[in-house]
Structure formats: structure tokens, C-alpha cells
């Protein structure tokens, strides 16, 4: 009997540093920053966006889950503003302003100890709002689609707190806005985003 008991405290103990160790091995990998970032992003191609408006420019934040080994979450924010480019295709309204968050996953590939690269898949959403010319309120519009891209991200310290990151992103924007015509229809809700960014990442 009390073999047995000391073949399940043993047991027990085991499992126990077992698990232990798999949580520390958990917990380590786990770090967050934070990327306070400028972006310019254009609309290349045949689109009501590109055609209309000039250079969307912005300003925001990323917030960064390193979650296990080089794989992990990301949500970043930025808030544009973009000046019109042909008013006769913008009509009624005037230079918008656009909310737009990207929700992604990345994966990090180590090349140096003081530079990596992180490759991003994931989805954005987008809130454009174009004031009336004649004073009488705003145009709204909410749209969402696909985004993949890349951060070149140089490590400034011996820590690895503190990084410039580099990054360029494509953006697919498809608005509600129907048509009879689809090829109207295509013009003026879908959308290629090309960005490029600078960032000050902390990492704590």
C-alpha cells in the first residue's frame, strides 16, 4: 500500500514538472509592443479612389501579441486624410477622412540579430466620410477587404526593446455601392490599396 502511494506522489510530481515546464516554455514566447506609426498609402489602377483624391496620408498605432515562437496577432489603426485630385469626379463631395483598422497575422523571419522581417495576412475595415460642398452634412460609407504585406524592422538596442520598422502593405477595399452598370459598379466600390509605413516599435 504504501509503495502504491509513493508510485502516485512520484507520478504526480512528474506531471506537475511536466506542465510546469511547458508553461514557462508558453510564457517566455509571449511579448507585446507597440508601433506608433506615419503611413502614405495611393490607389494604383482604375478606381474612383485613385482617380479622385490625391495621396491618403495618416498617422496611428499598432498593437503587437508575439504569442508562440515567430507566429502572432496584430490589430493597428490609422486615421487618413487625403486631398480631392479631380473635382469633377468627386461631385458633391469634398476631401475625405477615413478610419481604418487591419486585423492580421504575422510571422517573423529572423536574419540578422538586429534585423528581422514579418509577414503579414489579414483583414480591414474602413469608415470614409466625405463632407457635403454645400455644408449640409457628411457622406459615410463602411467597406472591408483582405490585406497581406511585409515589416522590415531594424533593432536599435542590445535588449531588443526598442525598432524602426519599415513597412509596405496592399489593401483590397470593396465599398456597398451598386450599379446597374458593373462596370460603374467595380469603379467606384473596389479598390487596390498600396501603403507604406514608418514606425517606432516598443516592445515590452
Same mark, same amino acid.
Given at each position: 500500500?504504501?509503495? #502504491?502511494?509513493?508510485?502516485?506522489?512520484? +507520478?504526480?510530481?512528474?506531471?506537475?514538472?511536466?506542465? %510546469?515546464?511547458?508553461?514557462?516554455?508558453?510564457?517566455?514566447?509571449?511579448?507585446?509592443?507597440?508601433?506608433?506609426?506615419?503611413?502614405?498609402?495611393?490607389?494604383?489602377?482604375?478606381?474612383?479612389?485613385?482617380?479622385?483624391?490625391?495621396?491618403?496620408?495618416?498617422?496611428? /498605432?499598432?498593437?503587437?501579441?508575439? +504569442?508562440?515562437?515567430?507566429? &502572432?496577432?496584430?490589430?493597428? =489603426?490609422? =486615421?487618413? +486624410?487625403?486631398?480631392?485630385?479631380?473635382?469633377? *469626379?468627386?461631385? =458633391?463631395?469634398?476631401?475625405?477622412?477615413?478610419?481604418?483598422? $487591419?486585423? =492580421? *497575422?504575422?510571422?517573423?523571419?529572423?536574419?540578422?540579430?538586429?534585423?528581422?522581417?514579418?509577414?503579414?495576412?489579414?483583414?480591414?475595415?474602413?469608415?470614409?466620410?466625405?463632407?457635403?460642398?454645400?455644408?449640409?452634412? #457628411?457622406?459615410?460609407?463602411?467597406?472591408? &477587404?483582405?490585406?497581406? &504585406?511585409?515589416?522590415?524592422?531594424?533593432?536599435? $538596442?542590445?535588449?531588443?526593446? %526598442?525598432?524602426?520598422?519599415?513597412?509596405?502593405?496592399?489593401?483590397?477595399?470593396?465599398?456597398? /455601392?451598386?450599379? %446597374?452598370?458593373?462596370?460603374?459598379?467595380?469603379?467606384?466600390?473596389?479598390?487596390?490599396?498600396?501603403?507604406?509605413?514608418?514606425?517606432?516599435?516598443?516592445?515590452?
Amino acid at each position: 500500500m504504501i509503495k #502504491k502511494w509513493i508510485l502516485l506522489f512520484i +507520478l504526480l510530481g512528474s506531471i506537475t514538472t511536466s506542465a %510546469q515546464r511547458r508553461k514557462n516554455s508558453w510564457t517566455e514566447k509571449v511579448t507585446f509592443s507597440a508601433d506608433p506609426h506615419v503611413k502614405v498609402m495611393t490607389s494604383p489602377g482604375n478606381n474612383f479612389l485613385g482617380d479622385a483624391f490625391d495621396y491618403f496620408y495618416g498617422f496611428g /498605432i499598432g498593437l503587437n501579441a508575439n +504569442l508562440y515562437r515567430n507566429f &502572432g496577432l496584430g490589430v493597428e =489603426y490609422t =486615421y487618413f +486624410l487625403a486631398n480631392i485630385k479631380k473635382p469633377e *469626379l468627386s461631385g =458633391y463631395l469634398g476631401a475625405p477622412s477615413m478610419n481604418n483598422f $487591419d486585423w =492580421y *497575422l504575422f510571422h517573423k523571419d529572423k536574419i540578422t540579430e538586429e534585423f528581422f522581417v514579418e509577414e503579414v495576412l489579414g483583414y480591414s475595415t474602413y469608415r470614409m466620410k466625405s463632407p457635403f460642398l454645400d455644408g449640409s452634412g #457628411k457622406f459615410s460609407e463602411g467597406n472591408g &477587404g483582405l490585406n497581406f &504585406g511585409a515589416k522590415a524592422v531594424l533593432v536599435l $538596442d542590445a535588449e531588443g526593446i %526598442q525598432a524602426f520598422v519599415f513597412g509596405a502593405k496592399l489593401n483590397f477595399y470593396h465599398s456597398k /455601392i451598386g450599379n %446597374q452598370n458593373p462596370d460603374i459598379e467595380n469603379y467606384y466600390s473596389k479598390a487596390t490599396l498600396l501603403s507604406f509605413s514608418l514606425a517606432y516599435r516598443f516592445t515590452f
